[in-house]
């Protein structure tokens, strides 16, 4: 047997490439003097002093022994960014979609639901993809996540009726979480770390495109595209769903032709292999999530904050999410978690990159939201040109991104480059908090520039900062978990941000006109839908839209209060992190960190 033909081991490269290492030339010049590294190390402005490297990089099992060729890269990234770009577009075509959905299946309140079903399911399952990829293949994971994805969207196309339009969301969920998470896994696996960034960039230059054109697309499908077919009018929003579908299958074809990475670590037995999958921690985790959320979504909006149900789930999923820690950081239950719990909470740069991630996210996707809400509700925009006017921050997080990742690459520090994004998205969280009904058109696009620029440039830096101060064996659980937070940040931030939005509606309502007839159904359909806040509407005798509308305004200025309140938290994580060396060898024994282009 040829070596060629052996099985794969922890160390064999993923590409099978016939060129046979280059010693001198993979592993640096052994013959280079202490003068010419000191010389090396002043040129790329790394201070030894300054930089962690508590955990051993130079025994480093890594997956790839040599880097493959540009043309390869390309070839294989490619087609993991085109299911990249939809898993983005659907995480915002439903902000704009929020109007018509409303109407049609009156459906308002169920908001948080909307946007949670789909986050949710990214939070199961972006933990367990790190390890299910690791046994199966990427290329395994990313048709699973394909099929899913696209089950999930032709799901809501077809929905019936709000319910049935959450199942496809979750659905779609449990796809899309795993197309942007596994794309991460391959770039780790290509690419050496000192030029992660700049590929990271890349790929969230992808998924911010997405993201900005998720919003005008679905927009455009809600106000243009009414196709009667049969004698039935298919409404604008559900083609914003269905028009995914042929793209997704286009996307699994591509993985499959393209992405022929082998599986990195060669199993005896499904069943042995299924048995290093942490299930009980990703079931746990959807559980504590889940409980908290439905304490929050119901809470003073379909049941009050002293009924049982809430009291229970708000008591509960503290103790469920123990039970979580607990089981993670336990090897006897579980010998290879999801979330590295007791990794995480030994490196302080892993630990606050994750919480960086985790609230900035939560701000974040209330910006997203919420935005388009407020040009919907108060300044009385179309769907579609509430969608153009996000743009700019989808564009701003794919700029931030890139010039994150290439600052990264050139100067190879990241600190004071995160504590400089913060304070931008510090700046942009705040903007947003000076909407009025007044505020002129372009505020809008002038606001949310810096505030997607700064989070672009975040998730760049905070998913670098936790792989530099990971050994390589737990590179793909490491990324997992930083997708998990960030999943469960998005939840929970609309979450919060819609039971603060519906509450202070809620309240202002009743104390404006809780005392006239009918108020109650009233106050319930101005929930519900956005259709009573047009002109034209007649109202019930005693109340007047303008009032109204100052009802909403408050609403919403609390809802993007609320995440500037969280986006404080997530610059004081920041500033937790540490210093760690960005190696430019996918083997991590580039003594010296030496600048490559």
């Keep these: 047997m040829t070596v060629n033909d052996a099985v794969p081991s922890e160390r064999s490269p993923l590409l099978a490439q016939d060129q046979t290492r280059n010693v001198s030339g993979t592993s640096g010049n052994h013959a280079t003097t ?3 590294a000191r010389r090396q190390q002043q040129h790329d402005g790394i201070d030894e002093s300054q930089i962690d490297t508590t955990h051993n990089d130079e025994d480093e099992n890594t997956a790839l022994v040599d880097e493959p060729p540009l043309a390869r890269k390309i070839a294989i990234m490619s087609s993991l960014w085109v299911g990249v770009f939809f898993a983005a577009l659907d995480t915002t075509v439903v902000a704009t979609l929020i109007s018509p959905i409303s109407s049609s299946l009156n459906s308002l309140s169920l908001l948080s639901y909307l946007a949670t079903g789909y986050l949710i399911a990214n939070s ?8 299910l990829t690791d046994i199966f293949s990427r290329q395994a994971g990313l ?33 899309g979480g795993g197309l942007s998470c596994i794309s991460t896994f391959v770039t780790s696996d290509l690419i050496p770390l000192r030029k992660r960034g700049i590929w990271q960039g890349y790929g969230n230059l992808v998924f911010g495109l997405g993201m900005g054109t998720g919003g005008i697309f679905g927009g455009l499908c809600a106000d243009k595209l009414h196709i009667t077919i049969g004698g039935r009018t298919i409404e604008g929003w559900r083609w914003a769903f269905l028009l995914q ?34 299930f009980l921690g990703a079931l746990l985790l959807v559980i504590t999530v889940t409980i908290l959320l439905l304490g929050l979504n119901t809470g003073g909006n379909q049941l009050p904050w ?31 978690p999801i979330i590295p719990v007791v990794l995480i909470g030994k490196t302080r740069t892993i630990l606050c990159a994750c919480m960086t991630n985790w609230f900035a996210t939560m701000a974040s996707f209330i910006a997203l939201y919420f935005v388009p809400l407020y040009l919907q509700s108060i300044l009385g925009y179309s769907s579609s040109e509430a969608g153009l006017r996000v743009i700019p921050f989808a564009v701003g997080t794919s700029a931030g991104s890139l010039a994150v990742g290439y600052i990264m690459r050139n100067t190879g520090r990241y600190y004071w480059l995160t504590v400089a994004i913060m304070a ?7 903007l947003l908090c000076t909407f009025n009904r007044d505020s002129p058109s372009w505020t809008t696009f002038v606001y949310v520039a810096p505030f997607g620029f700064s989070y672009g440039g975040m998730l760049t830096v905070t998913l670098v900062a936790m792989i530099s101060a990971a050994a390589h064996e737990y590179q793909a659980v490491i990324t997992a978990a930083s ?8 939840t929970i931030g609309i979450t919060i941000a819609s039971a603060v939005f519906q509450n202070i509606l809620t309240g202002e309502l009743r104390d404006q006109y809780g005392g006239l007839p009918g108020a109650e159904d009233e106050i319930k359909r101005i929930r519900n839908s956005l259709d009573g806040l047009k002109r034209g509407y007649v109202f019930p005798k005693g109340w007047s839209r303008d009032v109204v509308l100052d009802c909403y305004m408050d609403a919403l200025r609390a809802a993007f209060v609320s995440g500037l309140g969280i986006a404080v938290l997530a610059a004081v994580s920041g500033l937790g992190m540490k210093e760690h060396r960005l190696h430019s060898k996918l083997d991590r024994k580039d003594s010296n960190a030496s600048r490559e282009d």
């Design 34 to 36: 202490e003068a010419q």
């Design 124 to 131: 199961a399952c972006q933990p367990l993809s790190g390890k």
């Design 143 to 175: 048709l699973f996540s394909n099929i899913f994805f696209a089950i999930g969207t032709l799901i809501c196309g077809l929905a019936p009726n709000a319910e049935v339009l959450v199942l496809g969301r979750v659905v779609a969920g449990c796809g």
């Design 245 to 278: 579908v042929p793209f997704i299958i286009i996307s699994a074809i591509l993985v499959y032709i393209l992405v022929d990475i082998p599986v990195r670590r060669p199993y005896k037995s499904l069943r042995a292999a299924l048995g290093r999958v942490d």
């Design 306 to 336: 002293s009924h049982p149900l809430v009291i229970a789930a708000l008591v509960i999923s503290p103790l469920t999410l123990l039970l979580f820690i607990y089981v993670e950081s336990n090897p006897r239950i579980v010998p290879e």
């Design 424 to 430: 931008i998205y510090l700046a942009g969280a705040a």
């Design 483 to 490: 997708y998990a937070f960030r999943s469960t940040g998005s």
